[in-house]
């Protein structure tokens, strides 16, 4: 069992930066693979970033390629999210999922554990 907790979240103006962090206990992240998804008001989840825990293969959507960056640190057993030039499309509440394995999915339903999610507003 993985317990995940999101924190960072907040308010920044258009063009600024956050940096969002995932936390998980229960178990070492080491053979799982990590995302980061988000959903908007009145919108689907969707998949935002994601990393291979086992050698670090890092994936994007092309909405974020470029603007934000996902890491992960071992020793912290905890995922991150790097996020720059924020525009107001991105505000969304984030989420950090994991499920075992080493292969991208990108879909949300496929992933075996989730946090409660963080709040990101940009402002316009």
């Known amino acids: 069992q993985v317990q995940l907790v999101e924190s960072g979240g907040g308010l920044v103006q258009a063009g600024g930066s956050l940096s969002l962090s995932c936390a998980a206990s229960?178990?070492?992240?080491?053979?799982?693979?990590m995302a980061w998804f988000r959903q908007a008001p009145g919108k689907e989840r969707e998949f935002v970033a994601a990393?291979?825990?086992?050698?670090?293969?890092?994936y994007y959507a092309d909405s974020v390629r470029g603007r934000f960056t996902i890491s992960r640190d071992g020793s912290k057993n905890a995922v991150y999210l790097q996020m720059n030039r924020l525009k107001h499309e991105d505000t969304a509440v984030y989420y950090c999922?994991?499920?075992?394995?080493?292969?991208?999915?990108?879909?949300?339903?496929?992933?075996?554990?989730w946090g409660k999610g963080t709040q990101v507003t940009v402002s316009s």
């Open positions: 990393i291979s825990w086992t050698g670090g293969s890092t």
């Open positions: 229960g178990r070492t992240l080491g053979g799982y693979f």
């Open positions: 999922a994991a499920r075992p394995g080493t292969s991208i999915w990108y879909a949300p339903s496929v992933y075996n554990y």
